[in-house]
Nanobody
Framework: QVELVESGGGLVQAGGSLRLSCAAS????????MRWFRQAPGKEREFVAG????????VYGDSVKGRFTISRDNAKNTVNLQMNSLKPEDTAAYYC???????????????RGQGTQVTVSS
């Protein structure tokens, strides 16, 4: 059974940084584009960032452009999200999704993790 496990969330002050990781197992990782999403209580799910299977293409949501960086290590089956200059409005549950043969951009996935909470205090 495919498993995606996020880690790295926590509490940080505004202006700080966090690095999220998503470890994938039991799937052919290089056949999947990987995407990060977030959802805050009472809000719609939001696309944060996506990366193609090779890592050559990345896409970011408008609200995180210039602050977040997505990367992947296909040798380790992991995708990372470096989050800098965090703002209180970045507070949400973050989760990764795997899209089979997908591109970097997109709102769908075949598999997703349970998520990790990010809380940014002002």
């Amino acid at each position: 059974q495919v498993e995606l496990v996020e880690s790295g969330g926590g509490l940080v002050q505004a202006g700080g940084s966090l690095r999220l990781s998503c470890a994938a197992s039991r799937l052919t990782f290089t056949r999947y584009a990987m995407r990060w999403f977030r959802q805050a209580p009472g809000k719609e799910r939001e696309f944060v960032a996506g990366i193609s299977w090779s890592g050559s293409s990345t896409v970011y949501g408008d609200s995180v452009k210039g602050r977040f960086t997505i990367s992947r290590d296909n040798a380790k089956n992991t995708v990372n999200l470096q989050m800098n200059s965090l703002k209180p409005e970045d507070t949400a549950a973050y989760y990764c999704g795997a899209s089979y043969l997908g591109g970097a951009a997109g709102s769908t996935y075949e598999y997703r993790g349970q998520g990790t909470q990010v809380t940014v205090s002002s």
